[in-house]
């Protein structure tokens, strides 16, 4: 018998949703459903800057377009910002974040003059400028009321355990294909930022937060965010949580090959609704087997 699991799907509201959205939103719809578990909705919706009620409205109404319910009440991460910080806080509290001055440009000349900077999966890593920085300067620079994001230290998480960090269970395609077990590489995207003036917390610690509060066991999304586990398995690890599992899924790309994006129209669910494609016809198209 099936271990009921409890999945979510977690989109941002800065547009309406694509096909791709749709494939995960079914994926783990349909998990749920058949291990007799749960399937939560959750609105990512931190960036003030991006996000609008307006396209929460439609993300909602072109999920039960889909055919899609869930269990309990809409979460909102707009409502929760206050949790987030109290847990900014408590690391800052233990020395494991810093903060971070650099503007774009000053991170950018800096890298611009390492004859070899440190590399993630998509480019240059951030130098650790003011890891470097002395707390004298630090305190100078934050009673002038400096702009600053904060900053996971990496290393200083990495010595504050007890034990090696654990691995997290890929269950799905995951990146070049790897599953099962997957050697945690927390180093892999750097001192990520948790937080900062415009959007008071990162995508990685509310998600890593939500997930826990809401008991998810089974985090279903793209495998464009396989890289971003390792992190924030660091993130669980200090936190004290339990790592869900995971299943990254295959990308739904367009003629051309190009994965998917809120700006390609032809393929958002307003318009092929809009064209009269009935939801039938989106769910027969997506193929959750492949």
């Not at 904060?150 to 990495?158: G, K």
């Not at 367009?254 to 129209?265: H, I």
Request: proline share 6%; glycine share 10%; charged share 25%.
């Amino acid at each position: 018998m099936a271990i009921p699991e409890i999945t979510r799907f977690a989109p941002s509201p800065t547009g309406g949703l694509h096909l791709g959205h749709a494939y995960s939103a079914r994926l783990a719809h349909a998990v749920a459903r058949d291990t007799g578990g749960s399937f939560l909705l959750r609105i990512e919706d931190i960036d003030t800057v991006r996000c609008r009620p307006e396209y929460t409205a439609q993300i909602i109404d072109e999920l039960k377009w889909l055919g899609l319910d869930w269990d309990g009440p809409v979460r909102h991460q707009s409502e929760r910002i206050a949790d987030y910080r109290r847990e900014i806080a408590g690391l800052t509290a233990r020395g494991l974040t810093y903060p971070c001055f650099c503007t774009r440009r000053d991170i950018a000349d800096e890298i611009s003059r390492m004859q070899s900077a440190p590399q993630g999966p998509e480019g240059p890593l951030y130098p650790g400028i003011c890891r470097k920085l002395d707390e004298s300067e630090r305190a100078m620079r934050l009673a002038a009321g400096e702009p600053h994001a904060i900053r996971l230290n990496i290393a200083a998480c990495i010595e504050t355990l007890a034990a090696p960090l654990d691995g997290f269970v890929e269950t799905g395609r995951g990146a070049a294909g790897q599953t099962g077990l997957i050697a945690p590489q927390p180093g892999i995207l750097g001192d990520i930022v948790l937080g900062r003036r415009d959007v008071g917390v990162s995508y990685h610690l509310a998600v890593v937060i939500d997930d826990h509060d809401q008991g998810v066991t089974l985090v279903t999304r793209g495998d464009d965010l396989f890289m971003a586990t390792h992190v924030q398995r660091l993130l669980q690890a200090v936190l004290g949580f339990a790592a869900p599992r995971y299943r990254h899924h295959r990308l739904i790309r367009d003629a051309s090959g190009r994965r998917l994006a809120k700006r390609d129209q032809a393929q958002t669910l307003a318009a092929l609704r809009a064209s009269g494609v009935s939801p039938a016809a989106v769910r027969a198209s997506l193929r959750l087997n492949q």
